[in-house]
């Protein structure tokens, strides 16, 4: 099956600075890619997702790039806020009903 | 808006009760999960559902049954809590498989079993 990894673990940077997640994944026939934010005591919520047609997305201070060749995929978080802080999980899906998701990143954003 | 509610937020049950916790969806959408969460160990699936009736085993189901009776609802059971079921467990759904079909979660809940 599907393997997702998440790197860092943890991340910390100061306000204002940029934020890079990066995933990788194993299966070649995965093709949808979401990234979700989960605030302290929440449930994961979508914040920006990619298809593999596509390179790259952006959604104001957040992109998502893709690497089908390399099969790795990264959030970019531009000027960061305080309210950025958070647990950041990224996800693979393909033709099954599952979804694959790494095992998190928690960005801290340092006033 | 997709909404995933999940009736009970914070629980607290004795070793050996049975638990249930309850999810409903508003989506129409024909996959339901059950996952859990701990800290270091990402989200688990325990199960998920593609239908009515119709469940599969996910990674971890040891300890846990489901049901799902009606479309939008989809119940997880602990048939007699254990102290290392206590965990926060998250409910999802999505549209049919195909790629691309976003999964939506619900809030959590935080089940403590003493």
């Known amino acids: 099956g599907e393997n997702v990894e998440q790197h860092p673990s943890t991340l910390s940077v100061q306000e204002g600075d940029s934020a890079v997640i990066k995933c990788t994944y194993s299966d070649s026939a995965s093709n949808y890619f979401p990234w979700y934010k989960q605030e302290l005591g929440k449930g994961p919520q979508l914040i920006i997702d990619i298809r593999s047609n596509v390179g790259e997305k952006k959604d104001q201070r957040i992109a998502v790039t893709l690497n089908k060749t390399a099969k790795h995929f990264s959030l970019h978080i531009t000027e960061t806020q305080p309210e950025d802080s958070a647990v950041y999980f990224c996800?693979?899906?393909?033709?099954?009903?599952?979804?694959?998701f790494g095992t998190g990143t928690s960005l801290t954003v340092i006033p | 808006d997709v909404k995933v509610t999940q009736s009970s937020r914070y629980l607290v049950k004795r070793t050996g009760e049975k638990v249930f916790l309850e999810c409903v969806q508003d989506m129409d959408h024909e996959n339901m999960f059950w996952y859990r969460q701990d800290p270091g160990l990402g989200l688990r699936l325990i199960y998920f559902?593609?239908?009515?009736?119709?469940?599969e085993k996910g990674d971890i189901p040891e300890g846990y049954s489901v049901s799902r009776e009606k479309k939008e609802r989809f119940s997880l059971i602990l048939e007699s809590a254990s102290t290392n079921q206590t965990s926060m467990y998250l409910c999802a759904s999505s549209r049919v498989a195909g790629g691309g079909n976003t999964i939506y979660f619900g809030e959590g809940s935080w089940l403590t079993v003493v």
């Open positions: 996800a693979a899906s393909g033709g099954g009903n599952q979804f694959y």
């Open positions: 559902s593609y239908d009515v009736k119709m469940k």
